[in-house]
């Protein structure tokens, strides 16, 4: 399907569609060569922190998410966007310095790195023409760290981040923060235990954060793309999204 824009650009609805969903597909990739190089499986990860990690790790995210945020969005007047590929270079050697120092050094480093990933989420957001400052694109922001993460993204089941309706307590912000932090709580539980495994040390918490930063980008690409073509193509997004979950399980079953 030819579509034609306000600015009088045409463009094949079905390639773009075709493009998001060999993007999504791929964006687990460099996760499961994490998971290859530190030997284990995504859930055994989480065994290895310590109790009391694993146990604060919900309410420590949703702090951290809150306050990285409203870093992330104050930094936009400051420092302007960057290219996805220095966003990667930054959490990579973030995470390289972090893994180096074991567990204390990566829970120093993690805050640092989720603002990091939610100023590229921003980004991504601009580049597809949408106001970061704008709250339904910062619920948008927030929503694409409910996806799976890159350490379970292996059969691109998980959508659910798509959508527009989720059930909140409200509609603030917050209440979507308190939402997504369970979630992402147990991705990022992931990261800081790959960072600590022993030997791998520093190599480990680079791959890690590479893998993250890219996927988080791809994700964050898919959700606003998505949304830009709703608007371009003057179809429902939750079409779109049902059209695009199709060719990501056609593929899928095919492998």
Same mark, same amino acid.
């Given at each position: 399907?030819?579509?034609e824009?306000?600015s009088?650009?045409?463009?094949?609805?079905?390639?773009?569609?075709?493009?998001?969903?060999?993007?999504?597909?791929?964006?687990?990739?460099?996760?499961?060569?994490?998971?290859?190089?530190?030997?284990? #499986?995504?859930?055994?990860?989480?065994?290895?922190?310590?109790?009391?990690? +694993?146990?604060?790790?919900?309410?420590?995210?949703?702090?951290?998410?809150?306050? @990285?945020m409203?870093?992330?969005?104050? @930094?936009?007047?400051? =420092?302007?966007?960057?290219?996805?590929w220095?966003?990667?270079?930054?959490?990579?050697?973030?995470?390289a310095?972090?893994?180096?120092?074991?567990?204390? @050094?990566?829970?120093?480093?993690?805050?640092?790195?989720?603002? =990091?990933?939610?100023?590229?989420?921003?980004?991504?957001a601009?580049?597809?023409?949408?106001?970061?400052?704008a709250?339904?694109?910062?619920?948008?922001?927030i929503?694409?760290?409910?996806?799976?993460?890159?350490?379970?993204h292996?059969?691109?089941?998980d959508?659910?981040?798509?959508?527009? +309706?989720?059930a909140?307590?409200?509609?603030s912000? #917050?209440?979507l =923060?308190?939402?997504?932090?369970?979630?992402?709580?147990?991705?990022?539980g992931?990261?800081?235990?790959? #960072?600590t495994?022993?030997?791998?040390?520093?190599?480990?918490?680079?791959?890690?954060?590479y893998?993250?930063?890219?996927?988080?980008q791809?994700?964050?690409?898919?959700?606003?793309?998505?949304?830009?073509l709703?608007?371009?193509?003057?179809?429902?997004?939750?079409?779109?999204?049902?059209?695009?979950?199709?060719?990501?399980?056609?593929?899928?079953?095919k @492998?």
């Amino acid at each position: 399907m030819l579509i034609e824009d306000a600015s009088t650009e045409v463009f094949d609805l079905e390639t773009e569609l075709d493009a998001l969903a060999n993007r999504y597909r791929k964006a687990g990739g460099v996760g499961i060569q994490v998971l290859n190089m530190i030997g284990g #499986q995504a859930e055994q990860l989480l065994n290895r922190l310590p109790g009391p990690i +694993r146990a604060n790790l919900d309410g420590a995210t949703e702090k951290a998410l809150t306050l @990285s945020m409203k870093a992330a969005h104050r @930094s936009r007047g400051v =420092i302007g966007d960057q290219p996805g590929w220095l966003t990667t270079t930054v959490t990579t050697a973030m995470g390289a310095a972090g893994g180096f120092g074991g567990l204390p @050094s990566a829970l120093a480093e993690l805050p640092v790195t989720t603002t =990091i990933l939610l100023r590229g989420i921003q980004t991504v957001a601009a580049e597809q023409g949408f106001d970061p400052a704008a709250e339904n694109v910062q619920f948008d922001c927030i929503r694409v760290f409910g996806s799976a993460g890159p350490l379970d993204h292996d059969d691109g089941a998980d959508m659910a981040f798509l959508t527009a +309706r989720m059930a909140l307590r409200g509609s603030s912000l #917050q209440s979507l =923060i308190v939402k997504v932090a369970p979630r992402l709580a147990h991705v990022l539980g992931q990261k800081l235990a790959a #960072q600590t495994v022993p030997v791998l040390g520093a190599m480990a918490g680079a791959a890690t954060n590479y893998a993250y930063t890219s996927y988080y980008q791809d994700m964050a690409h898919v959700h606003f793309r998505l949304r830009r073509l709703a608007i371009e193509a003057d179809l429902p997004q939750d079409f779109l999204i049902g059209e695009l979950r199709e060719r990501v399980a056609g593929e899928v079953a095919k @492998s």
